[in-house]
């Protein structure tokens, strides 16, 4: 899911006017994925090691199969030794299968637990917050509207005066009208019309001053 320049100017649009009532600045950011999930590839991987223990400790014939295949298959039944040691290998190689198989990204993310995502986009939306708008304008009047792609997940963030007057739930407006437009298809219209919305409570809270001047730039970042 790609934006356009269309959509970049879009959202850049959407800043500039909402902005023009308000002390407010927001900031927008739109990345691909917030996270690489290699740790979950590595979970997944070591579950599929217990697995095939788990399998072989409950069909105990498949040690002297996998035995067979190395061994000669009408030599008498694997010692001890050579039973653990089967099993052993057979962990391994499954253990590598899976780690093999979810290198590959899409799948790694399908089979990421929802609330992973959740907390790895939060945590990459504050990053960003910090690097980007926290206590960057002169009143700490900043917002940060935080998009990830893969995630299908978005993050609103605002700065120290904004949240002592501003409840979260008030930006849900925002989030909905976001995230119906990405699941559409429309992240760029999805940024706009979420911008708006932002600049609307902004405006309520924050009615832009005679010597506001724009602190913080109205395009829209890539990551």
Known sequence: MMLTQADHARVTAAVTEAEATTDGEIVTVVAGQSDA???????WAV?????????????????ETLHAIVADPWSEAPTA????????????????LF????????????????ATKARRVRRQAMTLFRTAAEQRTRASTGVLLYLSLAEHRAE???D????????????GDAMAAL????????????????VSRIGMVLAEHFPRSHDDTNELPDRLIIL
């Open 160 to 171: 120290a005066a904004i949240h002592s007057k501003v409840s979260p739930d008030v930006w």
């Open 81 to 96: 030794r050579a039973a653990l040691t089967t099993a052993l290998i057979a962990a391994a190689v499954a253990f590598l």
């Open 37 to 43: 999930y290699h740790d979950v590839a590595l979970h």
């Open 179 to 194: 995230i119906v437009a990405v699941r559409d298809g429309r992240p760029g219209d999805g940024m706009a019309d979420a």
């Open 156 to 158: 609103i963030i605002a």
């Open 47 to 63: 579950l599929g090691m217990l697995l095939a223990l788990a399998l072989l400790a409950t069909w105990p014939g498949l040690v």
């Open 99 to 114: 780690r093999l198989l979810f290198a590959l990204g899409p799948l790694r993310l399908a089979l990421t637990p929802h």
